[in-house]
């Protein structure tokens, strides 16, 4: 499964070169060997799925029959405008391109360092897992919870996403889907979480889990609970998914896009949507919670669990940015917000 994700940026690169009479001093020193590099403004960026133009100045036009070629970029020309275009390539380096520009009275050739400009690096939105987990238990979180953007992150590219090194009594590792982790001791503890992508750009956050005592979660005897389940399926019935009385489902951010959540804990996935994984959220009146996730496997032959996994890399795909807010979400960088704000319309017990 490829990332469907890609973020479009603003308006083509410019690059307006103003040559007055004067500009016919560069072509002398160059065959004097007093400036062999290219003038200023001589150097060209590609921008990340764009375009680039190079355009002369008033009173001066570009000879096209003597623009060159660069190997891996497209080249187009009229006498106005150069306009550069290439597909990303984190090993195309740098090349020359040689413009020849004439005006009424003299020509002049100038010579363009042209390079590519890398995509933005990836993010991971999320620093805080707000809800506990008990010391001893074993966690799971779906990967697209973390609210991670990547331009360039593909099943084939290079892009992982690694656990780095972890405090004593701490276990966490990760699969193409999900973040496990579990602790022998309680209180906060921060996990080293680094997204590397295709261009081999990286972000390092330190995630923060709080972990209490078994005990004060063993009170509620698993009053609520959810499961982490692969399907190849469009539609789920999440109240299948998890258990517990009287309880509220609600679909987290960041969601992908083509995802719907009913009040009545359906969910639906747009048919042309890709493939998807999503975080839901189980509340119990007396204020309990857990969480599941659904990850969308069009190859799976049938509904199963997903299986923690304890490896510290693992190969990173399902990338989405979030795609609106739900009643629940709430500004910030955390996961699953103010308690007080989940729990706004809930009925005491």
Known sequence: ???????????????????????????????????????PNGAVLI??????????????????????????????????TITLAAAYDPDWGEHSLTVHMVSTHTDVSISYTIGMEPPPA????????DMPVAVGAQAML??????????????????????????????????KTHFSVRSSVTGDVEIPLQVTDDAGQAVTVNLVVSFVPADDEAAGEEAVGALHTVSSASEWDLA???WGEDVTILCTEPRPPGLSCAPDGTAKLAKDAAPAQFMFRVIGADGAQSWGSVTVDEAAESDGLAIPDWRSEAPLELVYAPSGKDDSAVEGESLLGPL??????????
């Open 142 to 175: 779906p990967l697209a919870a973390l609210g991670i953007s990547c331009e360039m992150c593909t099943e084939d590219g290079g892009a992982v996403i690694e656990v780095g090194e972890l405090p004593p009594g701490l276990s966490a590792g990760v699969s």
């Open 1 to 39: 499964m490829r990332s469907s994700l890609f973020w479009r940026r603003g308006a083509a690169a410019l690059l307006a070169l103003v040559l007055p009479v004067a500009s016919v001093a560069l072509s002398a020193q160059a065959e004097e060997g007093e400036d062999d590099g290219p003038p």
């Open 240 to 242: 299948e998914l998890s």
């Open 340 to 349: 007080t704000l989940l729990l706004e319309g809930i009925p005491g017990p």
């Open 47 to 80: 921008p990340y799925q764009e375009t680039a133009d190079i355009r002369p100045g008033e009173g001066w036009l570009i000879d096209c029959a003597k623009v060159g070629t660069i190997d891996g970029a497209t080249i187009t020309c009229t006498p106005e």
């Open 122 to 129: 990836p993010e991971i939105a999320i620093e805080r897992l």
